[in-house]
């Protein structure tokens, strides 16, 4: 009896929680994380092997008005227990001032709205990429019995499943399995609008947040503070802010940049210590204070107005470590504790565009990818090319240190594309999407993050040029709009 | 005098409900009603009602009543329906009279662990409807009972007096599902993790001195089908398996269906069944957890089953799934659920199948929430918002054997297993509150708030050929149900529902 219940108490709690495919994946932020790495760490359903098998699993034209930024790229609740079922729910914005939930398994619009404004803002595109808060911790594993007749009286009662609660602020949603997660969206007059992701219903009267007549950059939110950046309608003028969702008083904090203005399209990256990280299109680099943010420490710019990249910071022998582009076309190497100096720099590599991502492989070498526009520098050499790319490219370097410090070594170049976005990452491929804004159409790619080996490319199938915002990978599938206000998603079939 | 009663008795009746969906195959299927017809059926009325002690658990009460002929008892020779409720209380109740004639009450310590209180997945106490055995040597019947201390309770159905000692089948709390008997084994399933309890389908022979527990366990979300295990001809028990991965290299065999067969002293898993989906249905928490109903068909022995999806399968007991176990005989499109939600839409429970006097097969499906816009069955009854049941006919199309829609039922809040008799349909919607998760609050199923927001069950007749509504109880129960189910036999119709009452339809002056 006590051999045959010893064999049966496997516990399978979790069961209940993990896909055949793996945990259901969060692309809340631009870039997938506030570090803006273009990582998606574990999405299982991608790999080397397979993502020759992609094809196109979701189109959806929204009513949004077409040109530059129609739509901002989706982020995405891989699972939201919604009042209508388990949903995975892409939230994009566009320029008309709509934000949709669709569900990204069914290509169905779960809900949209009109986001209230005031005024019209600045003409053109949409606002910042919308965010979700950060992803929630699951409920503990629920403790395995005594096989019956052997109780002892010294067993505690069986928990009451008390899911694993975090502090934090309640307009960020409890951390418990399954409890609702509000989305963030700023409409075109600055008001920051907290949505109900189930009913995109505001949760709390709009609040005052943005200057009216400017446009943001994506939302980051890190220890329940909401961060973005702004320029004016002009694009002169630019400046960091934050708001404090952890209080009452939700205040609001502002950094302005001088003699220049944010770089890429991520607006800020945050360290790991909650640093935050602004990219001037100056090439400098200034780290604030968080929540305050108050300037702490700064590397200069050249003066000269070039750099349109967003750093990316990352993990490197248990320190920060930050790469961002500098207005002459190189790669900097930065460590925050030092950010005077460069701990390194490459040769001139050309016109870096949008943002730097980078990834961990599974042999622990971290390694840093960026779009380039136009033909690469002659002055930088890469061991591996895939072609000719006079059109642009993407550009991967290794971080190591020959010689006790850190130097980012050239790697792989990609073949030609026409715009490349910041690439993302997941299972050892890299996704680069070719924008084709010169009178052409956007093509997706996927190539081997290793080499650069072309793998996959959607070809023909997109038929306009995508926006210049970004992509999302999340549970098997690649998405980014188009300029004529659809969304797309490339992956893996999901047999429904 | 007596002898000669229960011969007569015999011949005017003849029908019982030994085990929940009436017997091993859990077809929920009186095939030997005779009082109740289609003719008839429409002047039905409440015979009798019983206000039982039971103690709701969560959203749990009483389970359907098992009903038993010919007891000799010391009050004489009683037809007698036997309710099982939630806090460990087993109820003897001439039918006759709509009267306790025995009471027992399962008493042990509190065990120190049981389900978070307010879940309703994981209430404490008496969890799995009983069976009742065959007749023994001197015509007494036996009872197996599992009380919430995971002991098997083995009763006098005449006088409620243990036959033998009780024997351990399980944890405390662990969410047992209804009782099965195959010859010498009773067989059950757990769910839910329940107090801790493995996910697992669960075996014991009676006659075991040891009373070896012996387990399966395809390490999925739970083994959840409403009436546990059905039984096949072979002996091999089949049983949903719930949320879970598909890995059979890892012998995983989540949302799918599970055979297993006592062999050398082990409960061993023979065959399985996953729909090739079972990716999208585990994402969507659309689980496989319908008990199958199983049933022969030109010559060979088939069943059904289906899911939250709201599809249903069709397969062979023989070799369920073919050489992939993903290939079905045949699979319906969906005939609701186009929300996908996991709550309140889908299959849910068990399946039914009868054969009518024509020799034509049937097999029917409950389903909550609004019918599919694309099924379009040849005879419905306006329009299905909350649920309904679909009846097919097992047909046989280019040499295999296909499900056929027929009809559609009218509208039922919460349509639950339908049972067959005579013709006749009785159906319920079960008028609970199925809401587990809020635009407000997320996921948040708590006990009290579906409780209060539950409404009544109401019960139907149905021209089983057709689906026209023949008789509905209105007003007249007071209560929904959760987790309970119908019996049937000799002309009387059983429902009980969340407030302890146990409802008895039938025709007047049949009592």
Redesign the interface.
């Known amino acids: 009896?006590k051999r045959?219940?010893a064999?049966?108490?496997?516990?399978?709690?979790s069961?209940?929680l993990?896909?055949?495919?793996g945990r259901?994946l969060d692309w809340p932020f631009f870039g997938g994380d506030a570090q803006r790495s273009g990582w998606q760490k574990s999405d299982l359903r991608i790999t080397k092997e397979n993502v020759k098998d992609f094809q196109l699993v979701l189109k959806h034209k929204l009513e949004t008005k077409s040109g530059e930024r129609s739509l901002t790229p989706p982020v995405v609740i891989g699972?939201l227990?919604?009042?209508?079922?388990?949903?995975?729910l892409a939230f994009v914005q566009g320029s008309s001032g709509h934000i949709w939930a669709l569900?990204a398994?069914?290509n169905r619009i779960f809900w949209q709205k009109q986001l209230a404004s005031k005024n019209a803002g600045c003409p053109g595109g949409a606002m910042g990429t919308p965010t979700l808060t950060p992803p929630t911790n699951f409920a503990a594993a629920?403790?395995?019995?005594?096989?019956?007749?052997t109780?002892s009286p010294g067993?505690?009662?069986?928990p009451?499943?008390t899911p694993v609660t975090a502090s934090r602020p309640s307009v960020l949603?409890?951390t418990s399995?399954?409890?609702?997660?509000p989305a963030f969206a700023v409409s075109k007059d600055g008001r920051l609008h907290v949505l109900?992701t189930?009913?995109g219903?505001d949760l709390l009267e709009p609040i005052a947040f943005l200057p009216q007549n400017s446009r943001a950059s994506s939302l980051t939110i890190a220890d329940g503070v909401l961060y973005t950046t702004t320029t004016d309608c002009s694009g002169k003028a630019g400046a960091v802010w934050a708001i404090d969702l952890n209080g009452e008083e939700k205040k609001v904090s502002s950094y302005t940049l001088k003699g220049t203005v944010p770089a890429g399209l991520g607006g800020i990256a945050i360290g790991t210590s909650g640093t935050i990280y602004i990219a001037g299109s100056d090439g400098s680099i200034t780290a604030l204070a968080p929540k305050v943010l108050t300037e702490s420490s700064k590397f200069a710019g050249t003066g000269k107005l070039g750099s349109q990249a967003t750093p990316v910071v990352f993990t490197y022998k248990d320190r920060d470590m930050i790469v961002a582009p500098t207005a002459d076309g190189r790669l900097t190497l930065l460590d925050p504790k030092q950010m005077a100096t460069a701990a390194y720099q490459t040769p001139a590599i050309g016109k870096i565009w949008g943002g730097i991502s980078s990834w961990l492989d599974t042999d622990g070498t971290r390694w840093i990818a960026a779009p380039v526009w136009g033909p690469v520098s002659t002055e930088t050499k890469f061991g591996i090319a895939n072609g000719p790319a006079a059109n642009g490219s993407i550009v991967a370097f290794k971080v190591e240190e020959p010689n006790g410090l850190p130097v980012l070594t050239s790697a792989w170049i990609s073949r030609n594309l026409e715009s490349p976005e910041p690439p993302v990452i997941t299972s050892g491929v890299v996704f680069a999407l070719a924008a084709g804004r010169k009178g052409g159409h956007a093509t997706l790619y996927a190539f081997d993050a290793a080499t650069g080996n072309e793998m996959y490319s959607t070809k023909d199938a997109v038929t306009q040029p995508a926006n210049l915002d970004g992509v999302t990978i999340a549970n098997g599938r690649v998405f980014f709009t188009t300029v004529d206000g659809t969304l797309y998603g490339f992956g893996i079939h999901?047999?429904? | 005098m007596w002898a000669a009663l229960a011969g007569c008795c015999v011949l005017v009746f003849g029908a019982e409900w030994p085990t929940d969906g009436g017997n091993r195959l859990r077809t929920n299927w009186q095939p030997s009603e005779t009082v109740l017809n289609k003719d008839n059926v429409k002047g039905m009325q409440l015979l009798w009602k019983l206000q039982l002690d039971n103690q709701p658990q969560e959203m749990h009460a009483l389970f359907p009543p098992l009903l038993i002929e010919g007891v000799k008892t010391s009050a004489g020779v009683k037809q007698i329906a036997l309710e099982a409720g939630i806090s460990d209380n087993l109820y003897a109740i001439d039918v006759e009279t709509g009267t306790v004639l025995w009471k027992k009450h399962f008493e042990y310590p509190t065990?120190?662990?049981?389900?978070?209180?307010g879940?309703p997945l994981c209430p404490p106490g008496q969890t799995a409807t009983p069976v009742i055995g065959p007749a023994n040597s001197d015509g007494s019947r036996t009872v197996y009972a599992l009380s919430g201390?995971?002991k098997i309770h083995s009763l006098n159905v005449a006088n409620g007096e243990d036959v033998i000692p009780p024997f351990?089948f399980?944890?405390?709390n662990g969410k047992s599902y209804a009782l099965n008997l195959y010859q010498d084994t009773l067989y059950t399933t757990t769910s839910q993790?329940c107090?801790?309890?493995?996910?697992?389908m669960w075996a014991v022979k009676i006659k075991d001195p040891?009373?070896?527990?012996?387990?399966a366990?395809p390490?999925?979300?739970g083994l959840w089908g409403r009436t546990g295990a059905s039984i096949d001809s072979s002996g091999v028990a089949w049983a949903p398996t719930?949320?879970?991965?598909?890995?059979p290299a890892n012998k995983v065999y989540?949302n799918g269906l599970i055979g297993a067969k006592v062999e050398n002293g082990e409960l061993t898993i023979r065959d399985w069944y996953i729909p090739?989906?079972?990716?999208?249905l585990?994402?969507?928490?659309l689980d496989m957890q319908v008990t199958p109903a199983i049933f022969p068909f030109n010559g060979r022995e088939l069943m059904v089953t289906g899911s939250k999806e709201c599809r249903v399968y069709l397969l062979d007991t023989k070799n369920a799934g073919g050489e992939n176990h993903q290939t079905p005989l045949y699979r319906t499109p969906l005939l609701c659920n186009e929300?996908?939600?996991?709550?309140s839409?889908g299959i849910w429970g068990s399946m039914a199948s009868w054969q009518d006097s024509k020799g034509t097969r049937w097999a029917l499906t409950p389903f909550w929430g609004p019918s599919h816009p694309a099924f379009k069955p040849p005879v419905q009854y306006g329009k299905v918002e909350h649920g309904a049941v679909v009846a097919f006919k097992v047909e046989e199309k280019d040499g295999k054997p296909v499900l056929n829609p027929a009809w559609m039922s009218r509208d039922m809040d919460q349509a639950e297993p339908p049972v067959i008799a005579n013709g006749v349909v009785f159906a319920y919607g079960n008028g609970e509150n199925t809401?587990q998760?809020?635009?407000?609050?997320?996921?948040?199923d708590f006990s009290p708030l579906r409780i209060k927001a539950s409404t009544h069950a109401v019960l139907y007749a149905l021209d089983a050929e057709t689906g026209k509504e023949l008789f509905s109880s209105g007003d007249q129960i007071k209560s929904f149900n959760h987790f309970s189910g119908l019996s049937v036999a000799n002309g009387r119709v059983y429902i009980a529902t969340f407030d302890g009452i146990l409802y008895c339809f039938g025709l007047p002056g049949s009592k």
Do not use: C
Not at chain 1, 142 to 149: A, I, Y
Not at chain 1, 155 to 158: G, Q, R
Not at chain 2, 282 to 285: L, S, Y
């Open positions: 009896m045959v219940y064999l049966a108490s496997v516990s399978l709690a069961a209940t993990l896909t055949g495919q259901p699972n227990i919604s009042y209508k079922g388990f949903k995975e569900d398994d069914i629920r403790p395995r019995p005594t096989p019956p007749g109780q067993i505690p009662a069986s009451a499943a949603g409890s399995f399954g409890s609702p997660r109900n189930s009913t219903d999901l047999e429904i | 065990p120190a662990r049981r389900g978070r209180p879940d201390d995971g351990q399980g944890y405390p993790g107090a801790g309890t493995p996910n697992q040891a009373h070896k527990v012996m387990t366990n390490k999925s979300g719930g949320d879970g991965r598909y890995e989540g090739s989906n079972s990716v999208w585990q994402k969507r928490d929300e996908v939600d996991f709550q839409a809401r998760a809020y635009a407000d609050k997320g996921l948040a």
